[in-house]
């Protein structure tokens, strides 16, 4: 008997920032009376399970590549764009090559959920193979900016390493002949698989914060961040923020890379005995008892609830993480970022190009310096001005409930019945 919810399966990367953008929009799913089930790892199962959706775990090989692309030497520039890429490209295309060697042992377990669609986002090609080959409508949830094959966006990375990204193209391309003719996995291209472009794909930021939003059509819908409201956090120590205007910093994962102490001893020396109310997130990393002595004005804790602490905050010091600069914005609070990594450096420097606050690459970073930024972008009543401007569109853009939304509009139709699609007839993406 066919059952009467929807169903929807996510195939999302097994990190925070995706996972966490993810969930409110499947949770959300679920309210309205959907099925959703997650293919992702064991640590987000809790998670997965209080959203209401069912948990799958996924092959541990893609996920042990994926959490490599996350380390690796910081960037000082856009100039080191192209050292990353050659750096991490070999890594890159293993993860393509690993994640697309999962589908043929995952067909026939995802045909037996008989669900109705597929979500994905970049870097997941076993979600649109699988797609491709059982015949269901897919959207594409980014987690950061579109990517689209062709734009100015894609051809700056693509120029940065022209080698690598040949060479990435290289040593996938014999894994996806090698599938196809033996399991029917479509011939996906690298840029297919970096790029995806679906009849509707998910962008949780606003159009406005995309760097070349004129080349995108309407398939592409900027939702916004996937922000909920806030809980209950009575257990955190609002009460020492009085008294001054107050400074949260947290520089997400990059604190546990073994930086922790050091930068939290130069934010010491930046604000020690000043006007500023520091809230500091060493993160899990940073033993908290090698810090030494603590400044009276500073709230060190190994975990910050972010967004209640941001509905307070009047600068936030930031890493530059995609969901970071855009809960600053949906707050409306003057960020000094940090960046990291390519996406960061990216995030921090187009908020930085639209005013919405500074950037310092980590080469540059004295206590001076972040003292100056931070009072920079605290004092200039123009970078609240335009965060306003940017919070008010980042709210009417309608974060996880519009997602949701536009994934129920997209259907269910089949393209092809998944009773009857033989592994052997997919065709090539061209």
Same mark, same amino acid.
Request: glycine share 8%.
């Given at each position: 008997?066919?059952?009467?919810?929807?169903?929807?399966?996510?195939?999302?990367?097994?990190?925070?920032?995706?996972?966490?953008?993810?969930?409110?929009?499947?949770?959300?799913?679920?309210?309205?009376?959907?099925?959703?089930?997650?293919?992702?790892?064991?640590?987000?199962?809790?998670?997965?399970?209080?959203?209401?959706?069912?948990?799958?775990?996924?092959?541990?090989?893609?996920?042990?590549?994926?959490?490599?692309?996350?380390?690796?030497?910081?960037?000082?520039?856009?100039?080191?764009?192209?050292?990353?890429?050659?750096?991490?490209?070999?890594?890159?295309?293993?993860?393509?090559?690993?994640?697309?060697?999962?589908?043929?042992?995952?067909?026939?377990?995802?045909?037996?959920?008989?669900?109705?669609?597929?979500?994905?986002?970049?870097?997941?090609?076993?979600?649109?193979?699988?797609?491709?080959?059982?015949?269901?409508?897919?959207?594409?949830?980014?987690?950061?900016?579109?990517?689209?094959?062709?734009?100015?966006?894609?051809?700056?990375?693509?120029?940065?390493?022209?080698?690598?990204?040949?060479?990435?193209?290289?040593?996938?391309?014999?894994?996806?002949?090698?599938?196809?003719?033996?399991?029917?996995?479509?011939?996906?291209?690298?840029?297919?698989?970096?790029?995806?472009?679906?009849?509707?794909?998910?962008?949780?930021?606003?159009?406005?914060?995309?760097?070349?939003?004129?080349?995108?059509?309407?398939?592409?819908?900027?939702?916004?961040?996937?922000?909920?409201?806030?809980?209950? %956090? =009575?257990?955190?120590?609002?009460? +020492? &923020? #009085?008294?001054?205007?107050? @400074?949260?910093?947290?520089? $997400?994962?990059?604190?546990?890379?073994?930086?922790?102490?050091?930068?939290?001893?130069?934010?010491?020396?930046?604000?020690?005995?000043?006007?500023?109310?520091?809230?500091?997130?060493?993160?899990?990393?940073?033993?908290?008892?090698?810090?030494?002595?603590?400044?009276?004005?500073?709230?060190?804790?190994?975990?910050?609830?972010?967004?209640?602490?941001?509905?307070?905050?009047?600068?936030?010091?930031?890493?530059?993480?995609?969901?970071?600069?855009?809960?600053?914005?949906?707050?409306?609070?003057?960020?000094?970022?940090?960046?990291?990594?390519?996406?960061?450096?990216?995030?921090?420097?187009?908020?930085?190009?639209?005013?919405?606050?500074?950037?310092?690459?980590?080469?540059?970073?004295?206590?001076?310096?972040?003292?100056?930024?931070?009072?920079?972008?605290? %004092? =200039?009543?123009?970078?609240?001005? +335009? &965060? #306003?401007?940017?919070?008010? @569109?980042?709210?009417?853009? $309608?974060?996880?409930?519009?997602?949701?939304?536009?994934?129920?509009?997209?259907?269910?139709?089949?393209?092809?019945?998944?009773?009857?699609?033989?592994?052997?007839?997919?065709?090539?993406?061209?």
């Amino acid at each position: 008997m066919r059952r009467s919810a929807i169903k929807t399966l996510f195939f999302v990367i097994p990190a925070h920032s995706d996972m966490y953008t993810a969930l409110p929009v499947a949770e959300e799913l679920v309210g309205r009376g959907e099925e959703v089930v997650f293919y992702t790892t064991e640590q987000f199962a809790p998670a997965v399970r209080a959203a209401g959706a069912g948990f799958r775990p996924l092959d541990p090989e893609p996920v042990r590549l994926y959490e490599q692309l996350s380390g690796g030497s910081p960037l000082s520039s856009m100039a080191d764009v192209g050292k990353v890429v050659e750096q991490f490209g070999p890594l890159i295309a293993r993860l393509l090559v690993e994640g697309l060697r999962t589908v043929p042992a995952m067909v026939e377990q995802v045909r037996a959920e008989r669900a109705d669609r597929i979500v994905y986002n970049t870097m997941c090609p076993w979600g649109m193979a699988l797609a491709r080959m059982l015949g269901l409508p897919a959207a594409t949830f980014s987690t950061t900016f579109v990517m689209k094959p062709g734009s100015d966006f894609e051809q700056m990375f693509a120029a940065a390493a022209p080698d690598a990204m040949a060479d990435m193209w290289g040593a996938v391309a014999a894994t996806v002949d090698e599938l196809h003719a033996r399991h029917g996995v479509p011939r996906l291209r690298v840029s297919d698989m970096i790029a995806p472009d679906e009849p509707l794909n998910l962008v949780p930021i606003t159009r406005q914060f995309q760097p070349d939003a004129d080349s995108l059509d309407e398939r592409y819908a900027f939702v916004g961040p996937s922000i909920r409201p806030l809980a209950g %956090d =009575d257990d955190f120590p609002f009460d +020492r &923020l #009085a008294g001054g205007p107050v @400074l949260y910093v947290s520089l $997400g994962t990059h604190i546990s890379r073994g930086s922790g102490a050091g930068f939290a001893r130069l934010c010491f020396e930046a604000f020690a005995d000043s006007r500023w109310q520091v809230v500091f997130a060493t993160g899990r990393g940073t033993d908290i008892g090698s810090l030494g002595p603590v400044p009276a004005n500073f709230l060190v804790e190994t975990f910050v609830p972010q967004l209640a602490v941001l509905e307070r905050a009047d600068v936030f010091v930031t890493h530059g993480g995609v969901n970071s600069v855009q809960e600053s914005i949906w707050y409306g609070v003057p960020m000094v970022g940090i960046p990291h990594t390519i996406e960061q450096l990216v995030n921090t420097g187009r908020a930085t190009e639209l005013g919405l606050g500074a950037q310092l690459l980590p080469g540059t970073v004295t206590a001076a310096a972040l003292r100056q930024a931070v009072d920079t972008v605290a %004092d =200039d009543p123009g970078y609240r001005e +335009r &965060l #306003a401007e940017a919070s008010a @569109l980042s709210k009417a853009a $309608g974060g996880y409930r519009r997602a949701a939304e536009l994934i129920m509009a997209a259907g269910e139709r089949r393209t092809v019945p998944q009773s009857q699609t033989p592994l052997t007839r997919a065709e090539p993406i061209r």
